[in-house]
């Protein structure tokens, strides 16, 4: 007999990511959304100062360099990906509800694992999204440090640069004001790089999760009959509560697919016009400088971004394809009439795989992300190569 476990908590992993979220305004307490009261204040403030004025001003001064084709790329594809970062950040608002309905739902007893061997079976898929993860935290936080210590890098802050083009109402070549602006461009891609990062992992993880649901249930349909020692009405019950657990996957797929679909329709959007522009930009600057790196590990971060959602997204419809292989892989030939018919019904259900899009644009799947982005790397390897 199988071990027993003890109740799964799928928020649990998400446990760092939801601290960030708090931490920049994006999980109101409790199980609700944004009310009247000091968190919503606090979000107002930060997105006020920390995005929108960061953002105006860069804006601003886009309009003062206009004849300087390599400041303006540079200024543009930055913007871009922090407008993004803006728009990440109302989307989640907007479906916040949504959103912690869906942790919620996770947490019901349909959804947990049954046993150890179960808590096992899902585990590759829980490391896999840690691992991801953590390589995309790493690529991000290396472009951020390199990009924020350019200025010191090759010098320029001993003529105040700043890290990233901005006008101000301000003289800025004095200080303390210089060190203040800088801080606060720091702290503004600081905190635009956190929206960014703790919205594209939630979606990944919702993803693996839902994926994760897929193989509870094979696993519970490929061993329900338990090798023809229970009786048919026991087998038929069980079919049946599987059924049902198909049908909520389903559910939940919905539910998470319409809260980020319109997040990953902007993500590909805006990042596909991002990394078109940095490729441009790598062909303006020094192979092997201080530039040249903090443009190819942005490249990269966007590909990480976009290689996250196909990933897991790819994983779901894998695993879901997989099921009626379960069903048949079942201990089915000894049941009665009626129990076949409800095999039969089951695997007509699971024929088509279940497929994540964007507004059915595109689906995430790794062929997908290789048309995305799979330029870019020949793109980068030739600027790498080719003469100063």
């Not at 107002?44 to 300087?68: H, N, R, Y």
């Not at 959602?309 to 894998?318: A, P, Q, S, V």
Request: charged fraction near 15%.
């Amino acid at each position: 007999m199988k071990n027993t476990v003890d109740s799964f908590s799928w928020n649990q992993i998400l446990k760092a990511n939801i601290l960030i979220l708090k931490i920049v305004g994006l999980w109101p307490p409790g199980d609700g959304t944004y009310g009247f009261n000091l968190y919503t204040l606090y979000k107002i403030f930060s997105m006020l100062c920390l995005e929108l004025c960061f953002i105006g001003a860069q804006t601003v001064k886009l309009f003062f360099i206009l004849d300087d084709l390599q400041a303006v790329t540079g200024c543009i594809f930055v913007l871009l990906m922090e407008m993004l970062g803006l728009v990440k950040s109302y989307c989640i608002i907007r479906n916040m509800g949504m959103l912690k309905q869906l942790t919620i739902t996770l947490s019901s007893d349909l959804f947990q694992p049954k046993n150890l061997h179960q808590k096992n079976l899902i585990q590759p898929s829980l490391n896999a999204w840690k691992s991801i993860v953590s390589a995309l935290w790493t690529l991000c936080f290396g472009w951020l440090l390199t990009w924020m210590l350019s200025p010191i890098f090759d010098k320029s802050f001993k003529q105040y640069r700043f890290p990233f083009l901005a006008w101000y109402p301000y003289n800025t070549q004095t200080s303390p004001q210089y060190e203040l602006t800088y801080l606060h461009q720091l702290s503004g891609i600081g905190y635009i790089s956190m929206n960014h990062l703790t919205s594209d992992t939630l979606i990944a993880a919702l993803n693996m999760y839902i994926g994760a649901q897929f193989d509870l249930l094979s696993d519970d349909v490929r061993n329900f009959n338990d090798g023809g020692k229970i009786s048919p009405a026991d087998a038929s019950g069980k079919l049946k509560s599987y059924i049902k657990h198909h049908r909520e996957i389903l559910k939940l797929a919905e539910d998470a697919n319409r809260f980020y679909k319109s997040l990953i329709f902007f993500e590909f959007f805006i990042g596909g016009i991002s990394i078109g522009l940095s490729m441009f930009q790598l062909t303006l600057v020094v192979p092997l400088s201080s530039d040249f790196y903090s443009f190819a590990s942005y490249t990269f971060c966007i590909s990480t971004q976009v290689f996250l959602y196909c990933w897991f997204g790819n994983e779901i419809e894998l695993k879901s394809s997989k099921l009626p292989y379960a069903v048949f892989e079942s201990d089915w030939t000894e049941l009665p009439p009626e129990v076949k018919s409800l095999l039969i019904i089951f695997i007509l259900r699971t024929q088509r795989p279940l497929k994540m899009s964007a507004y059915g644009l595109f689906f995430l799947t790794l062929e997908t992300y290789i048309l995305r982005t799979a330029y870019s790397y020949f793109a980068l390897l030739r600027n790498v190569n080719s003469p100063l």
